[in-house]
T-cell receptor, first 117, second 110 residues
Framework: DTGVSQNPRHKITKRGQNVTFRCDPI?????LYWYRQTLGQGPEFLTY????????KSRLLSDRFSAERPKGSFSTLEIQRTEQGDSAMYLC???????????????FGPGTRLTVL | RKEVEQDPGPFNVPEGATVAFNCTYS??????FFWYRQDCRKEPKLLMS???SGNEDGRFTAQLNRASQYISLLIRDSKLSDSATYLC???????????FGQGTTLQVKP
């Protein structure tokens, strides 16, 4: 399977615990995005990387959230001290963007569904 | 006001019907527009791009009206397999980040 993969697919945790999600983008895609989707809503942008550099973070991303893409390949999203309001589907997407382009199709992974009890 | 607004529906239509979805966006500087399809508990997938000149792909037609900041999607001869949520998407700035509408749910019934 050469698509975007995400692990775990499901995570149930208790309030106050830390969780970490992983995203493996399509090989050689230089951009990687994280989105969050709650029930009945469209996905909302959280952050994005161009190679290993994190270039933008949404105001939705509180101090409890941190994302990394250390070698410009896979990425991790960590949530510290989880709250019930963090329950959502966390989607990762990747794309290949040559230097002079602003948009190429983003391919989404299957998502990680987080439930905070 | 949300950056991208859609009527969430649901739209319940019989097989063979023609159905239209609309969407408005607030940022007049937006340059790229798309429709994504999302099946229940699955990830969004690109359905088609939207251009001012219109874009047709089989039974699907997408249209952009820049003056009114309005995007539409028309589905002709609806199939049961068209049942899904249709997400209106605007690309923001140079980052390529996607701004999604709430989504419009379509249920095609036999």
């Amino acid at each position: 399977d050469t698509g975007v993969s995400q692990n775990p697919r499901h995570k149930i945790t208790k309030r106050g615990q830390n969780v970490t999600f992983r995203c493996d983008p399509i090989s050689e895609h230089n951009r990687l995005y994280w989105y969050r989707q709650t029930l009945g809503q469209g996905p909302e942008f959280l952050t994005y990387f161009q190679n290993e550099a994190q270039l933008e973070k949404s105001r939705l991303l509180s101090d409890r959230f941190s994302a990394e893409r250390p070698k410009g390949s896979f990425s991790t999203l960590e949530i510290q001290r989880t709250e019930q309001g963090d329950s959502a589907m966390y989607l990762c997407a990747s794309s290949f963007n040559p230097r002079d382009s602003t948009f190429n199709e983003q391919f989404f992974g299957p998502g990680t569904r987080l439930t905070v009890l | 006001r949300k950056e991208v607004e859609q009527d969430p529906g649901p739209f319940n239509v019989p097989e063979g019907a023609t159905v239209a979805f609309n969407c408005t966006y607030s940022n007049s500087a937006s340059q790229s527009f798309f429709w994504y399809r999302q099946d229940c508990r699955k990830e969004p997938k690109l359905l088609m791009s939207v251009y001012s000149s219109g874009n047709e792909d089989g039974r699907f037609t997408a249209q952009l009206n820049r003056a009114s900041q309005y995007i539409s999607l028309l589905i002709r001869d609806s199939k049961l397999s068209d049942s899904a949520t249709y997400l209106c998407v605007v690309v923001s700035g140079n980052t390529g980040k996607l701004i999604f509408g709430q989504g419009t749910t379509l249920q095609v019934k036999p």
